[in-house]
């Protein structure tokens, strides 16, 4: 079958021929409906150093955003059906520590000697015709479309998490969330944060396009610049946001987050550009709280396919044939894409 590879460290992927897959004891082989390319795929070939914390090892398929329909399933498997679509929930720690035990592999006790962090991150994903799943890691998707579904395995379960983690600071009148980051997550973040609260959104970014889109959803959009924290203040009527979400990650997107914050706010960056912050007991808001998350739980997850189905989020995507799959990696690099890249095999 075709697959795109990670062969190299530091080295584009592949297009290239390999094996089939086989399903294993307690998993499940998926044909593949869709697999989203993420910036984080481009971290693991681009940026990432042999040895270095977080790194996997190549070569493997690339795709940790992933739906399909069911092939087969392997030895010990029941309960699945053939041709039915499941959503992938990436995450893929020891099964057995007291994270895992509650479903939050993301934050497996053993990460460190786990052969791989997840479904495309160290183990084959889907960026290919099939990929083989740990049955626990599927969650039904029903009649939805599972091809349009497939970046909410990411691109929905991430800013749920973070969001979800954040609601007690958004319950009450009078609310106010800050979206910094306009991107994949960030257009998500705005509709969850739409459905679930009652919270005033604001979003900002450096792409008219990306805030014309946040505001067509609801939120009240503030354009970058040297201004933007005083900006997102006077919305406020100056007290500040109660929750932001910094879909970037870099040091000045969690500036302009941590100066738009409220006493008692809460502050999580969930982007991983690799930003700093810099604390002192005058400069940051009392009672406030800077944090980070990662990815989510498999119990968010059938969360999120919930939201979903009920028509509550809807992911902006752009498709492509496997065969292109190459070419949407190279504009996600670019920043040419709107929407999430998909790679769609049957196409």
């Known amino acids: ?51 270095q914390p977080g790194a996997q090892a190549p070569g493997f398929v690339l795709g940790h955003e ?20 499941y959503l992938v929930y990436g995450p893929v720690g020891c099964g057995h520590c007291s994270y895992c035990s509650k479903g939050q592999d993301t934050y497996c006790e053993h990460a460190a000697t786990n052969p791989y962090a997840a479904i495309g991150l160290g183990r084959d994903g889907g960026m290919a015709e099939y990929v083989t799943v740990p049955a626990r890691n599927l969650v039904p998707l029903g009649d939805a479309d599972p091809i349009a579904a497939a970046p909410l395995s990411d691109a929905g379960l991430t800013p749920y998490h973070a969001i979800k983690a954040a609601l007690p600071n958004l ?9 910094v980051g306009l991107g994949g997550l960030g257009q998500i973040a705005v509709q969850i944060l739409t459905a679930l609260t009652g ?39 100056g007290r500040g946001v ?13 500036a302009t987050a941590k100066a738009s914050m409220a006493i008692g706010g809460r502050l999580t960056v969930v982007g991983i550009a690799g930003g700093t912050v810099e604390w ?45 799959a190459l070419e949407a990696y190279r504009k996600l690099e670019a920043g040419e894409l709107s929407g999430r890249a998909v790679v769609v095999p049957t196409l």
């Open 1 to 51: 079958m075709h697959a795109v590879v990670f062969e190299q460290y530091q080295t584009f992927p592949v297009l290239t021929e390999v094996e089939k897959p086989v399903p294993g004891p307690g998993e499940v082989l998926l044909k593949v409906a869709g697999a989203g390319a993420c910036h984080s795929d481009v971290a693991v070939y681009r940026e990432f150093r042999e040895g």
């Open 66 to 85: 992933n739906s399909g329909w069911v092939e087969s399933v392997g030895d010990g498997v029941t309960g699945f059906t053939e041709g039915d679509a």
């Open 171 to 179: 319950a009450g009148g009078g609310r106010y969330a800050l979206v």
């Open 199 to 237: 919270a005033t959104v604001i979003a900002t970014d450096t792409k008219q396009d990306a805030m014309d889109r946040a505001a067509a959803r609801g939120a009240v959009t503030v354009p970058a610049g040297p201004d933007q924290a005083a900006a997102i203040r006077e919305l406020t009527g």
């Open 242 to 254: 109660d929750a932001a979400f910094d879909f970037v990650g870099a040091t000045p997107t969690i």
């Open 280 to 324: 002192n007991f005058f400069s940051t808001p009392y009672e406030s709280t800077i944090t980070n998350t990662y990815w989510g739980t498999i119990e968010d997850l059938h969360e999120v396919v919930a939201m979903y189905r009920a028509g509550q989020i809807e992911p902006d995507v752009e498709r492509f044939a496997l065969s292109d």
